[in-house]
């Protein structure tokens, strides 16, 4: 099953998507103009940070934090550790490569939503079924991000809570599920207000906590800073260390897996932006587009930027550990035995928020061409197991899941945005 799973997913993310992601990316960056960057002060208005009045609506502030909350999960750690060990140092760069397009494609993607959204449709599916009159494309839309709620959203998530806890403190995986699977249950019972509540909390308290130990080890080991970026550089364009070849293979590796990795770290190009930003109280479609231009600054070029300085100066890379144990590695080499007692929450609550923040996502998406609440229900309880299951899985799998789930969402969205994107520009120059 892997081996057939894998393939599948070298089919679907090959030279094509890498590089309608990046070029469709690079269009869309041309969009924002002057006028919509004053638009920016309001995310730091405190009008805008206070709750919601309406039961339904959520701040600018609130949905910012909850569409953070989905895409500042294990991507930010175990997938920048993955991309390390399969695609080597350059495709870090290419990750950030795939962040400054998917600047431009998440602000595409959020004002076409806000701009088409209704009562009960959200994101991609919006725009899909009102602006290019499309439901059955809208329908298959929703069904692909329901399924990459489980697995990018979810699965991937629990099995990094599982793996740190048992590589810190010997916890069994099994419990780990069942405790996740449980206090999720409790959560999303209290709908979106208490998961936009949870998110706003705690996205920039650990955030914070985990970039104090991130500038801690790279002063321990800023002699080694250079060394890192030079590395970065080199192995983005194939230049070997030895004999100073180059190699083709190598960059295509590399662009591969950053691009993908960059992907599951910052979602843009998937279109679930606009599904996370779809029940916020603003008028001005450019606000929601600015802020998810901040998500991916703060997502990819601040923290993922973090853990590969962290994982790169240390030379935890050289130890042979793959994944969240990667991650863990490198901060032992930097605090000692306190890593063992700071990286498991932070990576447990990072992780738990995506869980969080991508079920909010699904069951919008699922809004769109479901509207019998009972089946949202099913989805609620399904998504609950699925966390349980994650955390027993094998890294291989889960990742390989993720992976397809992610190129079916953009297979969908971004011939939508380029066929749109006249309408994203009208609105913006408005």
């Known amino acids: 099953m892997i081996k057939f799973l894998t393939a599948v997913n070298q089919i679907l993310w090959g030279n094509g998507l890498v590089w309608l992601l990046l070029g469709t990316g690079v269009f869309c960056l041309f969009f924002p103009d002057r006028q919509c960057l004053k638009s920016f002060k309001i995310l730091f208005r405190k009008s805008e940070k206070k709750q919601s009045q309406s039961p339904a609506g959520l701040s600018v502030f609130q949905s910012c934090m909850t569409s953070l909350a989905a895409a500042m999960g294990t991507g930010n750690i175990t997938g920048v550790a993955t991309a390390l060990t399969l695609g080597g140092a350059g495709a870090i760069f290419w990750m950030w490569i795939s962040a400054l397009c998917g600047m431009g494609l998440i602000y595409a993607e959020n004002v076409l939503s806000c701009k088409y959204r209704t009562a009960n449709t959200f994101g991609a599916a919006a725009y899909l079924k009102y602006g290019l009159h499309s439901p059955v494309l809208a329908g298959i839309f929703a069904f692909c991000c329901a399924g990459a709620s489980f697995g990018m959203g979810n699965m991937t998530q629990s099995h990094a809570m599982a793996e740190i806890l048992s590589a810190s403190f010997s916890v069994p995986a099994s419990l780990t599920g069942l405790v996740v699977m449980l206090l999720l249950v409790l959560l999303l019972s209290g709908g979106a207000?208490?998961?936009?509540?949870?998110?706003?909390?705690?996205?920039?308290l650990i955030t914070g906590i985990y970039l104090f130990c991130v500038m801690i080890i790279l002063f321990l080991y800023r002699e080694n800073l250079i060394p890192a970026f030079r590395s970065v550089f080199q192995n983005a364009f194939g230049i070997q260390a030895v004999g100073g070849g180059i190699s083709g293979t190598a960059v295509k590796y590399a662009v591969s897996v950053g691009v993908r990795r960059g992907v599951f770290s910052?979602?843009?190009?998937?279109?679930?932006?606009?599904l996370l930003h779809g029940k916020t109280d603003s008028a001005a479609p450019e606000i929601l587009g600015l802020c998810g231009m901040l998500e991916v600054i703060a997502d990819t070029f601040i923290c993922c930027t973090a853990t590969a300085l962290v994982i790169l100066t240390t030379n935890a890379l050289q130890s042979g550990q793959e994944g969240t144990v990667l991650v863990l590695t490198a901060f032992r080499s930097g605090m000692g035995w306190l890593a063992d007692w700071i990286l498991p929450p932070v990576i447990a609550l990072f992780a738990f928020c995506t869980l969080t923040g991508w079920c909010f996502c699904g069951m919008n998406a699922l809004q769109s061409?479901?509207?019998?609440?009972?089946?949202l229900k099913i989805y609620q309880l399904l998504y609950c197991l699925a966390a349980f299951a994650g955390a027993v899985m094998k890294l291989e799998l889960v990742w390989t899941l993720a992976d397809i789930a992610n190129a079916c969402m953009a297979y969908c969205n971004l011939?939508?945005?380029?066929l749109l994107s006249p309408q994203i520009k009208n609105r913006c120059t408005a």
Request: no cysteine.
């Open 266 to 274: 910052n979602e843009a190009g998937l279109g679930s932006s606009g």
């Open 369 to 375: 061409v479901i509207k019998n609440q009972q089946y």
């Open 193 to 204: 207000e208490r998961i936009a509540k949870f998110s706003s909390v705690m996205i920039p």
């Open 415 to 418: 011939p939508a945005i380029l």
